[in-house]
């Protein structure tokens, strides 16, 4: 990634009260990680290192990934003018994230993963899964391109 | 970040890791295991024991390299992942499609 | 601070290039320290916490203290309605900070700082001397309403 | 954040700041210092084991109430400063105008 990324960061010093970190990645797939790896940074900055903290930003991180290369892909077809709005939400319960395209969007409840013995030879389809499983919930808008994905904080 | 492979004496053609497998590099990942097969290299292990990050079309690269083996009668196995990591494949699955070891050792052991 | 403060991160992932954080904060006392809080955490969120990293940190906060507080004393007369300017730059080699604020500015040449032993008992005129000793470099723009700090790194 | 005054068995006003002196809360030092000479106490320690910023106003506060202990003739002590805090202390020559100790029990006894 050689273009710097700019993120906003909404916060008071108390680690107590809501951060909120946003920003508008161009839709480039090989800028996705560089990105993600900036806003768990950012969005967990000022807390301290535990084991859990490490094992959320993990999983935070699997969460953008996922939704950021559904978006960058589906929604806007690899289209580097069209920008992903990702906005973080971190506060002492949960982490929420919103990741929205600008693209037509899709059925949620139409997509199968790939599960069954006979489909796990199928190389696609388990991004959603993946979010699914890790996320403690997750939410469409009713078009299908802003997706919300909430952590627990243990 | 990248891939090292390197033969080992039992003729297994050892990739490793480095870092992650996602989307940005998993082309290259398919691209060095299709010329090894061209080379009619049989044995694969892919090793993870210093990769930190697979996404879901890192994923799915190894599952169509682990067809493309298996269509040449060859063998895949993977080791070297974390508890993430192993999570990651319970989580999808996979871990009933790949032969998944440990270490590098027990896993060239089975060969 | 009740209300959060808004900052703007402009970065890449990799740990080699220029990191900016810029803001700007009301000209409210009460608000300096918190605010040089999150500035500080954000400007070096993904360094190594090393004890020279912390020393460094503690550096540049004291450098936002002084100035900001000056900015918004002789500056803005504390009126919360006019904001002080704050960028940092981080790179490899140095911290850069620059305060600016839209007062009438000040002649630094003509400040003395109360080293003489006979003035050891002034109740002020500290900050721009702990600024001094503490930065690598300091300068002002023509109008003296804008400092801009530097710090190497070790 | 704050401070803690407590009296010790010598008759010395022992002063904590937690956290940090600043412009935000020096002058409440300054008050409770002022109270305490309009009760005759006389004997002050400000003890910074506990606090890990001053600004420059909060230097400023302590020369002030420097000033004020020693117009009632009385005595005033600084302790506990960390390495930090003591450069500031020395970068602007204040440490020539304090009796500085390293610990409370140190200062406690030079009364
Ligand atoms: N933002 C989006 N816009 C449109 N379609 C989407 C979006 N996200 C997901 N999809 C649809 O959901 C399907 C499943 O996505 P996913 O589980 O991430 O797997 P994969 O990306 O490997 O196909 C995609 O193939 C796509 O049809
Ligand atoms: N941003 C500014 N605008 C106008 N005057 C300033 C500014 N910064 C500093 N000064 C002047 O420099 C003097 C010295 O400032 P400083 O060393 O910080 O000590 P103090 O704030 O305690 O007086 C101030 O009294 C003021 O006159």
Redesign the interface.
């Known amino acids: ?14 680690v107590s ?1 809501p951060v ?1 970190v946003s920003t508008r990645i161009p839709s480039v ?2 800028a ?4 993600v ?2 806003l768990a ?2 969005a967990f ?2 807390l301290t290192p535990t084991p859990e903290c490490e ?1 959320l930003r ?1 999983k935070l ?2 969460l953008l ?2 939704s950021l ?1 559904n978006a960058i892909v589906y929604g806007h077809h690899e289209d580097p003018t069209k920008f992903v709005g990702v906005r973080i939400e971190v506060d002492t319960t949960m982490v929420r994230v919103h990741v929205t395209d600008t693209g037509d969007g899709f059925d949620p409840a139409a997509i199968r ?1 790939p ?1 069954d ?1 006979a489909d ?5 389809g ?2 959603l ?2 979010i699914h ?2 996320a403690d919930s997750v939410s469409f808008n009713p078009q299908g391109n802003s997706i919300c994905m909430t952590l627990r904080r243990p | 970040m990248g891939f090292t492979a390197t033969k080992d004496k039992g003729g297994v053609m050892v990739v490793q890791v480095d870092g992650q497998l996602i989307v940005g590099n998993r082309q290259e990942l398919k691209q060095l295991v299709q010329e090894a097969l061209d080379h009619s290299e049989r044995k694969f292990l892919v090793d993870f024991s210093k990769a930190g990050y697979i996404d879901s079309s890192g994923l799915g690269a190894l599952v169509s390299i682990s067809k493309k083996v298996r269509e040449q009668g060859g063998e895949l196995r993977l080791s070297g992942l974390n508890e993430d990591l192993r999570s990651l494949f319970e989580l999808t699955k996979l871990d009933t499609l790949f032969s998944i070891s440990d270490s590098t050792k027990q896993a060239l052991a089975a060969f």
């Open positions: 990634m050689t273009q710097p990324i700019r993120l906003v960061v909404r916060r008071t010093s108390d009260l909120e797939l090989d996705v990680h560089e990105s790896e900036i940074r950012h900055a000022g094992r993990n991180k699997t990934c996922e290369a993963p599960l013995p796990l030879d199928r190389e696609t388990r991004g899964l993946m499983k890790l």
